[in-house]
């Protein structure tokens, strides 16, 4: 896990098409001239394996932890507290990095020591697991799974049949951590982020913020689309008929009065 401090930031641009969850939030910081950064604790990084980007139509993560040397993997992320013979509490551990020797057998693993950036959130688009929709496929996966120390072929073979299967996409979004939405109250980071992944997850995506260079329409508000001709009598309303109603009930009361 990243340090126990942990600053989590959109991720940078990059030659493949963003994130619409990480873009949303970037739109919406841009637009409130500040960084929609999050400040958690013990964030867990997040990956997607390598085969599964190259599947996705944008980049996977939503944001990665900064800060250099302030972010970095450890498996006991908080103070280990302890107690004296007496009675009193002491901090026994205190997460600092370690560099891992040679004979770690961790090195070269997930799990192995090292300095961040992590990436602490992915939203990615994958069909559902082909199981769902055919039973058969579901015991054959079972059976390639005792078979694949000896037949290789029919794991892959499995995977291919999988890939043919009629399926519906789902949405995910992941976090590195379980309290990115928790408390009494969001901040307007938290808030925005919580917005933008529930719209996107819904589909909602006529209800995310678009950059003008974006083949959709650029997001404004309101967001209701008027002809000039309609614009032209909604001003003219306005400016004119408002204050000749507003005479209109006056000269009426005026009259009233008279005519007591």
Known sequence: MPSPAAVLALP???SKKPN???ESVR???RTAERALDLRLRAVRP???????KAKQPFAAEIAFTVGGSASWNELQPFPRVGRRPDGTRVVVYKPKYEEPGADDPRKGSRDEERRGPFAVGVAIEN???AAW???DYERQQGAAALLSPL???LAASLTVAADKVERPTQRTVVFGSGGVFTGKELNPAQEKLLFHSVNWLTGREDRLPKSAADDNPEWRYPRVALSDR????WRLGAAVGLPLLVAYAGLLAMMRRRTR
Not at 46 to 52: P, T
Not at 230 to 233: A, H, I, P
């Open 230 to 233: 309609d614009r032209v009598l």
């Open 46 to 52: 997040v990956g997607l394996a390598e085969a599964w």
């Open 12 to 14: 940078p641009l990059d």
């Open 151 to 153: 037949d290789g072929v």
């Open 133 to 135: 929709v055919n039973l």
């Open 20 to 22: 619409p969850v990480a």
């Open 27 to 29: 739109l919406t910081g």
């Open 127 to 129: 069909k559902i697991p």
